[in-house]
Structures are given as structure tokens and as C-alpha cells.
């Protein structure tokens, strides 16, 4: 287990078939995207002794290596205490059947059986479906609008070819139009993102900055996640992060 926090870049409570909700986050390790699942919330909910979880899961050889502290935002009691982020062990979705399937039904009080086994039957499928079900569904729909506008840029292409006859250089320019962003360009990316982020937690930000910054920036560029950025807007994303940056440092520097 790592000991640095993981920040999610999506945060979600799925709802159980009678109501339980369950707390996920969507968190970018390395290349992949991975779903984490606080652990604690679940045992207060089926009245399971947290401490004896927690050092279960952590004595565990598999459980303890994959867990991982991931930073949730909370909201504040009734009366107007706690909230905002917190941070969880939390355990990724595939091996959360596992730490679930550890419980005897027998041995947990008789008002939490119910809320136990629903917990076996549910989580993982529909906590599946709310986060990879819906990110496969937009990454097709993503493709599927690539493909239309590629499509569009060969009729166009064509014509371009016919009224310059045969200009092949504009031809190819007009062809490699919808590439995406590089590992280089993704790298730079998220660094400024994470300087932005510590900035506006800094500031106490009362929302989770990380998800805060990626969602501004992927909705002004149009797309699902920030790979998806077109290459030929690199520059547009990086001016409009390196602002924000700036800002937020002249303000910082001036006490505001």
C-alpha cells in the first residue's frame, strides 16, 4: 500500500436495490483508470467493528498490498460537524467480492444479515456498471463522433484535392487532423493540474479541487478525459491551465 493518498478524478455513491448507498471513486493509477471503494463507510453500515477490519485488510497479503488510501469529500454532520475531504482505505472493486465474501452471515447481527447479503449479491455488478459500463459508453460514443468527423474530413479532402489538384501536402494536413495528445503532452498536463489543485487546496477549497480542475478543463475541450484532448489543441489547453496557475499564484501573493 502505498503511503501518498490517491486523488480521484470522479466521485460517486451507487444506490443499493433497497437504498443502501455505497461510496466509489474513479482514481487514474499510472495508465489505467481503477474503481476504489472506502472500506469504513461499509462496515459502519453493516455494524462491523472497524478496527478489526482495518487490521485485517492491512495483515492481509493480498488486501493489504492493494489497498489504498484515496481521498473522498464528505459532507458535514446534521448539526454542522466534519465534512469535506477525507481520507479512506479503500480497497479496489475486484477484490472487494473478496473482503465482502470473508463475512459469515451468522456471525453478524441479526438486523445487518439482510444488508450483508445484499452487500455480496449487488456491489460489485452495479458499482461495474455505474463507473466502467458508463466510460466504456462514452469512450464508444467518443469514437463513433471521431469516426463521423474523420468522415467528414475525407469528403472535404477530397474536394480540397480536386480544387488545388493534387495538393498533397493539404491533403495530409487535413488527414492527421483528429490525433490526440502524446504521453509527453499527457505528462504535462497533469502536472499543472496537480500544481493547480495544491493551490486551490491551499485556499480550502470545500470540493475536491483535483476533480474540480480536471472536469473545468476537459468540458472546455470538449471531451470525456483529458487523453482525448486533440493534439492541434494541446497549446489551447496548456494557455488555459498555465492562467489559472498564474492567477491563483498572483493571488496567493497578495493575500487574497
Given at each position: 500500500m502505498s503511503t501518498e493518498p490517491l486523488n480521484p478524478i470522479e466521485q460517486r455513491e451507487v444506490e443499493l436495490s433497497a437504498g443502501d448507498r455505497v461510496l466509489a471513486a474513479l482514481v487514474e493509477v499510472g495508465d489505467e483508470e481503477r474503481v476504489y471503494v472506502p472500506v469504513r463507510p461499509i462496515c459502519e453500515a453493516l455494524g462491523v467493528n472497524?478496527?478489526?477490519q482495518s487490521r485485517r485488510i492491512r495483515d492481509d497479503d493480498v488486501?493489504?498490498?492493494?489497498?489504498?488510501?484515496?481521498?473522498?469529500?464528505?459532507?458535514?454532520?446534521?448539526?454542522?460537524?466534519?465534512?469535506?475531504?477525507q481520507t479512506y482505505l479503500s480497497l479496489p472493486l475486484e477484490?472487494?467480492?473478496?473482503?465482502?465474501?470473508?463475512?459469515?452471515?451468522?456471525?453478524?447481527?441479526?438486523?445487518?444479515?439482510?444488508?450483508l447479503l445484499r452487500y455480496k449479491r449487488e456491489c460489485y455488478r452495479?458499482?461495474?456498471?455505474?463507473?466502467?459500463?458508463?466510460?466504456?459508453?462514452?469512450r464508444v460514443g467518443s469514437v463513433e463522433g471521431r469516426?463521423?468527423?474523420?468522415?467528414?474530413?475525407?469528403?472535404?479532402?477530397?474536394?480540397?484535392?480536386?480544387?488545388?489538384?493534387?495538393?498533397?501536402?493539404?491533403?495530409?494536413?487535413?488527414?492527421?487532423?483528429?490525433e490526440t495528445?502524446?504521453?509527453?503532452?499527457?505528462?504535462?498536463i497533469k502536472e499543472t493540474v496537480k500544481g493547480i489543485a495544491d493551490l486551490l487546496t491551499e485556499r480550502?477549497?470545500?470540493?475536491?479541487?483535483?476533480?474540480g480542475v480536471w472536469g473545468e478543463l476537459n468540458r472546455r475541450m470538449g471531451v470525456?478525459?483529458?487523453?482525448?484532448?486533440?493534439?492541434?489543441?494541446?497549446s489551447e489547453a496548456m494557455t488555459f491551465l498555465d492562467d489559472w496557475h498564474q492567477q491563483l499564484v498572483r493571488e496567493r501573493s497578495s493575500g487574497g
Open positions: 472497524w478496527p478489526s488486501l493489504g498490498e492493494e489497498a489504498q488510501g484515496v481521498v473522498m469529500m464528505t459532507t458535514p454532520s446534521a448539526d454542522g460537524r466534519g465534512g469535506g475531504p477484490f472487494l467480492h473478496g473482503w465482502l465474501f470473508g463475512f459469515q452471515v451468522s456471525r453478524v447481527k441479526k438486523e445487518h444479515r439482510e444488508a452495479l458499482l461495474y456498471e455505474a463507473f466502467y459500463t458508463r466510460t466504456l459508453a462514452k469516426v463521423d468527423t474523420l468522415e467528414n474530413r475525407v469528403d472535404s479532402a477530397a474536394l480540397v484535392v480536386g480544387a488545388l489538384q493534387g495538393d498533397v501536402s493539404q491533403l495530409k494536413r487535413l488527414l492527421t487532423v483528429g495528445i502524446g504521453p509527453s503532452q499527457q505528462s504535462a480550502g477549497s470545500t470540493t475536491n479541487p483535483y476533480q470525456a478525459r483529458y487523453r482525448d484532448i486533440p493534439a492541434e489543441k494541446f
